[in-house]
Each structure stands twice: as structure tokens, then as C-alpha cells.
Nanobody
């Protein structure tokens, strides 16, 4: 059974940092590209970043580029999202997802939420950034 669990969310002030983790179990982690999405209240899911399984290449949304860093620890079956210089606009529930088709994550491809593209979807972790 494919299973993902996010952790590391919390309440911080603008300018501070958080590190989210996505721990995987029950599947061949190295096969899947892993994406991070977020959903702010009243808004659609937004692709934030992803790590490609083929070569660990990465993609970032323009809104987080230069502030967020995604990294994959193969030995621990974990993908982390280091978030620096947080802004109130980053407030959302953050989810990690295993992409059923690894090429869905590529440096030149925008990660867009599409139902059915995921082998697993975590329960989410809340990130709240106060002004």
C-alpha cells in the first residue's frame, strides 16, 4: 500500500523558515517523482515543487523560486521542502504526492494539479505565516 505522510508545518512569522518532510512507505519510492502541492483557503490546488525520479531534477513554481528548495533522501525514502523567507501568501495546507507518471515532473514542465495523476497523496500539513 502506497503511503505518504507529511510533517513539519506550523505557525511562523513572515521572513522565517520551515522545513516540511514527506515520508514514504509501502512502495518503490525511487520509481516515483514526488510533487509538493498547496491549497490556500478558498483556492485551487497549486503545484509548488517536484523532484523527478529519473535524475533528481527539480521544478519550482515562480512564486517560490529562490526561496524554497526540494531535496530527496533516497536512503530514508523522504522528500523535504525547505521553505525560507516565508510570506503570508505561502499560508496553505501543503501536500506531497507520488506522481503515477514520473515524467510529470520535469524542469521545464509546470506541475499542475490533475486528479488521477497520483499513486498516493498525503494527509497534508498546515503552514501559517503571519505578517
Amino acid at each position: 500500500q502506497v503511503h505518504l505522510v507529511e510533517s513539519g508545518g506550523g505557525l511562523v512569522q513572515a521572513g522565517e523558515s520551515l522545513k516540511l518532510s514527506c515520508a514514504a512507505s509501502g512502495f518503490a519510492f525511487d520509481y516515483y517523482s514526488i510533487g509538493w502541492f498547496r491549497q490556500a483557503p478558498g483556492k485551487e490546488y497549486e503545484g509548488v515543487s517536484c523532484s523527478a525520479s529519473s535524475d533528481d531534477s527539480t521544478w519550482y513554481a515562480d512564486s517560490v523560486k529562490g526561496r524554497f528548495t526540494i531535496s530527496r533522501e533516497h536512503a530514508k525514502d523522504t522528500v523535504s521542502l525547505q521553505m525560507n523567507s516565508l510570506e503570508p501568501e505561502d499560508t496553505a495546507v501543503y501536500y506531497c504526492a507520488a506522481l503515477v507518471s514520473p515524467p510529470l515532473c520535469a524542469p521545464s514542465r509546470v506541475l499542475v494539479y490533475s486528479e488521477g495523476d497520483y499513486a498516493s497523496w498525503g494527509q497534508g500539513t498546515q503552514v501559517t505565516v503571519s505578517a
